[in-house]
T-cell receptor, first 116, second 117 residues
């Protein structure tokens, strides 16, 4: 099983709403990632969790709040978003290789978020 | 900081022909990895091919091969016998080597490839 799943596939929310994106993998990977991708642009890293601990935060605004409740699950909590936050949000995971072998990142299909 | 440059925003190729996508990168690291990802209209990012910088041999995966020139910091992708299903955005990506393995991917801006029947 080399699948990363994301729910929902599409989400429309108002600027005052609170919503969450969910990402799940059952490959035993211990690193999980959130990327943001605007239309016709490359993905940009937001957060990295390694062994359920936040290891990289790319100076993301606090209206995005990540959570990693266990090794298989990664959430992204959204609150008071702006229209410019509309984008495709991609989740990825990789095996912790301790630097011994190439760390492949497997991507989920993404959640298309629209903020109105 | 690492940067990845893809100088061809769009390319097209006839079905069954060969096409090469360019990628250059800038880094002071000596140990790193390079990748080509494909993103079709469905938006799923799919790994096409990868290369470890310490390996001199160019990676190949069926119809896909790379020309890795470490000194020139160049990493081009060659697609042979192009198929309609190869139509997608192609991203070149860089990752530096790290002990934990959980490092960020730095992407180029992408090349939109269209395979024409």
């Amino acid at each position: 099983d080399t699948e990363v799943t994301q729910t929902p596939k599409h989400l429309v929310m108002g600027m005052t709403n609170k919503k969450s994106l969910k990402c799940e993998q059952h490959m035993g990977h211990r690193a999980m990632y959130w990327y943001k991708q605007k239309a016709k642009k490359p993905p940009e890293l937001m957060f990295v969790y390694s062994y359920e601990k936040l290891s990289i935060n790319e100076s993301v605004p606090s209206r995005f709040s990540p959570e990693c409740p266990n090794s298989s699950l990664l959430n992204l909590h959204l609150h008071a978003l702006q229209p410019e936050d509309s984008a495709l949000y991609l989740c990825a995971s990789s095996k912790d290789t301790s630097g011994r072998i190439l760390p492949l990142q497997y991507f989920g299909p993404g959640t298309r978020l629209t903020v109105t | 900081a690492q940067t990845v440059t893809q100088s061809q925003p769009e390319m097209s190729v006839q079905e069954a022909e060969t096409v090469t996508l360019s990628c250059t990168y800038d880094t002071s690291e000596n140990n790193y990895y390079l990748f080509w990802y494909k993103q079709p209209p469905s938006r799923q990012m799919i790994l096409v091919i990868r290369q470890e910088a310490y390996k001199q041999q160019n990676a190949t995966e069926n119809r896909f091969s790379v020309n890795f020139q470490k000194a020139a910091k160049s990493f081009s992708l060659k697609i042979s016998d192009s198929q309609l299903g190869d139509t997608a955005m192609y991203f070149c990506a860089f990752m530096k080597h790290a002990q934990g393995g959980s490092e960020k991917l730095v992407f180029g801006k992408g090349t939109k490839l269209t395979v024409n029947p």
